[in-house]
């Protein structure tokens, strides 16, 4: 089966400071993976997309990044957090059928 | 740009049936996709129309009309479990991957 891990599962940062969220995808090779921002009660919002090792596009120029230094693992890191990065975090990978997604468990930020 | 609209929020009682319209404008167009979000919790996959007509899986069924840039999300003999965010998403080309692109969902609550 195909399973996706992300962590850390919630975490709470101040204003100014790092984040790093990763995500490993097991039981796929060169899956396109993504990244997902959820505000409080509202949709979901495309950040990052991955076809491969090292490929990133960026949907929404913000102050967040991401890298994909492994074909199974996908980071979304920041150097200075922002009160509006608060949110859900998403990692997923595309469906081996279909033009669908797959979600990971998530991981909630919150920024004070 | 691309955009989908769906109602806000729907209520229906425990065994009756309600519909979840879904409208899109999106170019690069491949199939509509529904997903279940409970509280707190990732969306989880329900269904995924690349052709029109209905897709039927157990309780739930989807419906697509590309002609009419429409889709909606079909529960039957609803359950308080149902009660959750209900999103559809347009399976878009982009660039060089597949993406998927959200409404802003719809909270569904199921009254005893």
């Known amino acids: 089966s195909q399973t996706i891990h992300q962590w850390p599962a919630t975490l709470v940062q101040p204003v100014g400071s790092p984040l790093s969220l990763e995500c490993t995808v097991e039981?796929?090779?060169?899956?396109?993976l993504y990244w997902y921002r959820q505000a409080a009660g509202r949709g979901l919002q495309l950040l990052f997309y991955?076809?491969?090792?090292?490929?990133i596009s960026s949907e929404v120029p913000q102050n967040l990044s991401a890298s994909r230094p492994q074909d199974r693992q996908f980071i979304l890191s920041s150097k200075k957090l922002l009160l509006s990065d608060s949110g859900f975090y998403l990692c997923?990978?595309?469906?081996?059928?279909?033009?669908?997604?797959?979600f990971g468990e998530g991981s909630w930020l919150t920024v004070v | 740009g691309q955009s989908l609209e769906q109602p806000s929020e729907v209520t229906a009682v425990e065994g009756a049936i309600v519909q979840i319209n879904c409208t899109y404008q999106?170019?690069?167009?491949?199939?509509l996709s529904w997903y279940q979000q409970h509280d707190g919790g990732a969306p989880t996959f329900l269904s995924y129309n690349a052709l029109d007509g209905l897709e039927e899986t157990g309780r739930f069924s989807s419906f697509l009309s590309r002609s009419d840039s429409y889709g909606y999300l079909l529960l039957q003999e609803l359950q308080m479990k149902d009660s959750a965010s209900y999103f559809c998403a347009a399976a878009i080309s982009s660039g060089s991957a597949r993406q998927l692109t959200f409404g802003s969902g719809t909270q569904l609550t199921v009254l005893p």
């Open positions: 997923a990978r595309k469906g081996t059928a279909g033009n669908t997604i797959y």
């Open positions: 991955s076809i491969g090792i090292d490929q």
């Open positions: 999106t170019s690069g167009f491949y199939g």
């Open positions: 039981g796929t090779s060169n899956p396109n």
